[in-house]
Nanobody, 123 residues
Framework: QVQLVESGGGLVQAGGSLRLSCAAS????????MGWFRQAPGKEREFVAG????????YSLDAAKGRFTISRDNAKKTLYLQMNSLKPEDTAVYYC????????????????WGQGTQVTVSS
């Protein structure tokens, strides 16, 4: 049974930073694509960032503006999301996901999901 456990969420003021982590119980972690998604109240789940098994990264338009950085440590089987210059509109539950998607931005193509970690940004 694959388990993904997110941590690092919390309450932060606008302009602040958080670093999310996702620990995976995958024997072959390094061979999978990992992604971060988020879901705000009343909105659909949306792609934030993804990183392939080879280290190729993809960001959403917002994350690509230099505020978010995705990384992975294959030895620790952990995925990270460094979030800087946070805005109130970044408030959401953040989920990590793992799989071998044809499209890294498509949530339904991921196989396993974490339980999510709440990020709240106050103005």
């Amino acid at each position: 049974q694959v388990q993904l456990v997110e941590s690092g969420g919390g309450l932060v003021q606008a302009g602040g930073s958080l670093r999310l982590s996702c620990a995976a119980s995958l024997r072959t972690f390094s061979s999978y694509t990992m992604g971060w998604f988020r879901q705000a109240p009343g909105k659909e789940r949306e792609f934030v960032a993804g990183i392939s098994w080879s280290g190729s990264v993809t960001y959403s338009l917002d994350a690509a503006k230099g505020r978010f950085t995705i990384s992975r440590d294959n030895a620790k089987k952990t995925l990270y999301l460094q979030m800087n210059s946070l805005k109130p509109e970044d408030t959401a539950v953040y989920y990590c996901a793992v799989g071998r998607p044809r499209s890294v931005i498509t949530s339904r193509e991921y196989d396993y999901w974490g339980q999510g970690t709440q990020v709240t940004v106050s103005s």
